[in-house]
């Protein structure tokens, strides 16, 4: 047979596998040195950011006699050279990360950085990258709560004395959960002032969400290029009755109105309507409306099964978990404020089921990206074990949630293995597929996968 003849007889991949070999890494994915974005993850930027958080709660419950440390009833402050480690050896670079505000912000115009400056410099050395975390849930004890008119000019000061000491930061989040925060501080009467009135979760919401603001200001002012995780519950209450009632089909579009304000977005006349009758001035809400905050943006949000719930006719509510889950609610998210995304919380708190519940909430976000919305990140929250958020921290005592990757002795739970075992097969893709494209970069083109 002529050697014409026998390539005939071959087809064209056998040709190049034969002519080629060794000669065309990466052409089993479409082209170039190309990679199916598995491996634990590295730190580009345009990477995708596989994440968890230390909890770092701290309201006050008993009008304000008790203050809830998480960090403190965690063991972090004792244990956080481990947790630290204990971050990089499931290889994860990224973390959200709270410092401790009613600790370092002692007065109007003093700090104590002693334990901040310590952590920070060992997340520097270890080269994890933090999402610093500014206010979670509490504030410190001489601003009082959050029907404090000063609060956002003291937070927008902490905020930029925080971003000045630590220059090499670049992903913060300014205000945490601002509708949970603003919920249940004022309107249901579980933390910090402990009102349970409209005009008071008016009150809060917004000096929440001008302090998130001016910290975005004073923030970009010392890290121009700063990136701001946004991050929000994704909360919704399904009515099985006949008849809406009025209160729930308001309360779930309340849950818009903190980052209606932020990013400058009109609410539904209904809640515009609620919000000047609690308070809310003309003149406020036309600053508000001037325009969005600076930093690039992203939308996060935070989902547990336990917060979407079904509101049975005998008035008594069950867990709905998953009728919309993660994707379908923050797809109604995205789709109202058009910014990148990020799955910033989720857990469960039974150990036993984490590791499939870590699975489930991964298929959310894959399926999100399969829509071609630009996923940033994903956050299992947290680290560690946690304390009596089965109660809201409303009461202390002392119970532990078994949701961390660790417990509180430091050991592994089965969500530890999953999450790396996540990691080791998606830990390497791109923000967006082929997301390489988009980064100025000298780096030979990969991921030639949608994943």
Known sequence: MSAAKSRKSQ??????????????????????????????????????????????????????????????????????REDLRLVKSLGLRVLR???????????????????????M??????????????LHFGVPDWIGDFQNPELPLHFARYAAAVAKRYPWVRFYTPVNEMYVTARLSAKEGVWNEQLRSDRAFVTATKHLVASSILACQAIVRQRPDAIIVQ????????????????????????????????????PD?????????HGLTLKEYDWFMAGEPPGHQIMG????????????????????????GWYQ?????????????????????????????LWKQWMNVLRMRSDGVPVLGFTWYSLID?????????QKLGHVNACGLYDLNRQPRPVAAAYKQLLEEFGRITVVPHGELFEITKRPATLKVEV
């Open 329 to 357: 609610i923050t797809r109604s998210y995205y789709q109202r404020y058009k910014k990148p995304v990020m799955h910033t919380e989720t857990n469960v708190f039974e150990a036993e089921d984490a590791p499939a519940w």
């Open 121 to 134: 410099a060992e997340i520097k050395r270890l080269g994890i990258t933090p999402i610093l975390d500014l």
């Open 301 to 324: 949000n935070d989902y547990y099964g336990r917060n979407e719930r079904i509101l049975k006719p005998d008035g008594t509510f069950c867990q709905g978990e998953d009728v919309l």
């Open 386 to 394: 946690q304390v009596d958020w089965d109660v809201q921290l409303g």
């Open 269 to 277: 006349a209904d809640v515009y309507r609620y919000a000047l009758e």
């Open 11 to 80: 087809g064209f991949l056998e040709i190049i596998e034969g002519k080629h070999a060794g000669q065309y890494s990466g052409d089993e994915y479409g082209g170039s040195s190309g990679s199916d974005g598995s491996g634990l993850p590295l730190s580009h930027l345009g990477n995708f950011m596989f994440a968890t958080g230390i909890e770092c709660s701290n309201p006050t419950i008993d009008n304000g006699r008790t203050r809830r440390d998480l960090l403190e009833e965690c063991g972090h402050y004792a244990h956080w």
């Open 97 to 119: 990360y709270g410092l401790p505000y009613h600790r370092v912000h002692v007065s109007e115009k003093r700090y104590d950085w002693s334990f901040a400056d310590e952590v």
């Open 231 to 266: 991050s929000e519950s994704a909360e919704y209450t399904h009515e099985a009755r006949v008849n809406p009632s009025p209160e729930v089909t308001l309360g779930n579009k309340l849950r818009f109105l903190a980052l209606d304000l932020l990013y400058a977005h009109v």
